[in-house]
């Protein structure tokens, strides 16, 4: 969580940051609040339904489920830091370097479980689905696997977070941040800026890129696929990546002028560094509206998930005394493909999970 808008000197002069601390006071609480509020009703949704009637047959499922609770975790941490921007930081060190260890850790698992989801997605329209069925007891334990190390390498990341963050005295106010060694302040913070914007942004972004891209070129030339259906679920694989962009790239962007200001020392005027700060405020709530945004990308647009929930709102309207006419199931709608059988392209079979591409 970036809450450093501290005065600075510049050529012997202070650089006064009230106004910065004052945009956030009013700016942030609003942002995180529509965020916890569409996030939360999306996210929850998606861990009910995937926690209770729904068998998880492949790993992108394992991987959503997955991205919800990690958004969950990170939409929770909001109305902390929106009081902070408004009263500063009242809940002392402990709870300082938790939340921000868990804004971190949840922020960079979201990015990287993106990444696993599109490479679960290319390796089902290019792999023999029938030795990655979801119910082969090793197969899920791969699945576990695979979901633990990305939990690991985004709690490595948080760890600068539970170290150094705590709570810093400032114009008569208290502020939850990280405060790194004299030594190795500089250093530090430039390099974890680095890492963040390579595992957080590039790297996650290259490889949806490039797996889908490559199902795009596969969906294009499945045969007996009707066309509509092969431009529908294009568009899905461009919404996929264009929200990703447009969401991450103006952070990120930002995040590595701060890191190259942090190597070199360019920002030597103080509006440009309160634009800086500005930047920085905004963008990293257009970045949070994508924990909003997954349960529309990644669940709630598939026929299958579509259906549960379907079944469920039946199931309560009949607890209620209505009759299930009012509540119809929305047939299932995947295209399957795999490049090593064709005929089973053509099948559309439900039970091979992980050759179909949902739309």
């Known amino acids: 969580m970036l809450n450093d808008s501290y005065d600075y000197s510049y050529e012997h002069s202070i650089c006064d940051k009230q106004d910065v601390r004052s945009f956030a006071g009013v700016f942030l609480p609003v942002i995180y609040a529509l965020a916890l509020v569409v996030g939360l009703a999306g996210n929850a949704l998606v861990v009910v339904v995937y926690t209770s009637k729904v068998r998880l047959r492949t790993l992108t499922d394992m991987c959503i489920l997955n991205l919800a609770i990690s958004d969950l975790l990170l939409l929770f941490t909001l109305p902390f830091w929106a009081a902070d921007a408004v009263h500063g930081w009242m809940l002392g060190s402990a709870a300082c370097k938790i939340t921000s260890f868990l804004y971190s850790t949840n922020f960079s698992c979201g990015m990287l479980l993106l990444a696993c989801i599109s490479v679960d997605r290319y390796r089902a329209v290019t792999h023999n ?13 791969q699945w576990l696997v695979v979901c633990a190390v990305l939990w690991a390498v985004a709690s490595f990341l948080g760890l600068p977070e539970l170290i150094f963050s ?8 208290r502020a939850c941040t990280a405060i790194y060694p004299p030594s190795m302040a500089r250093p530090a913070k430039a390099a974890l800026e680095l890492l963040e914007v390579t595992l957080r942004f590039l790297l996650p972004f290259l ?8 199902i795009g070129r596969v969906l294009s030339r499945a045969a007996g696929v009707r066309r509509d259906r092969k431009w529908r679920a294009l568009r899905v694989l461009l919404a996929v990546v264009a929200v990703f962009l447009l969401t ?17 020392m360019l920002v030597t005027d103080c509006e440009v ?3 800086l700060d500005h930047a920085i405020q905004v963008t990293e709530g257009l970045a949070l509206s994508h924990a909003c945004i997954n349960p529309v990308l990644y669940a709630f647009i598939g026929s299958s998930f579509r259906g549960h929930v379907l079944k469920a709102a039946k199931r309560l309207g009949q607890r209620l005394g ?3 006419r ?6 299932a709608t995947e295209i399957a493909l795999n490049t090593r059988n064709q005929a089973q392209s053509q099948s559309g ?10 739309i």
């Open 273 to 275: 560094s309160k634009g």
């Open 248 to 264: 991450q790239l103006p952070y990120n962007v930002v995040k590595l002028c701060r890191a190259m200001d942090i190597i070199y």
């Open 166 to 173: 705590t709570v810093k005295h400032s114009h008569h106010r």
């Open 129 to 141: 689905p029938a030795s990655r069925s979801g119910t082969d007891p090793r197969v899920r334990r």
């Open 207 to 214: 490889v949806m890129v490039v797996c889908y891209c490559c």
């Open 326 to 331: 009012h509540v119809n199931e929305e047939p």
């Open 349 to 358: 079979s439900e039970e091979q999970d992980t050759s179909t591409f949902t």
């Open 322 to 324: 209505r009759h299930p």
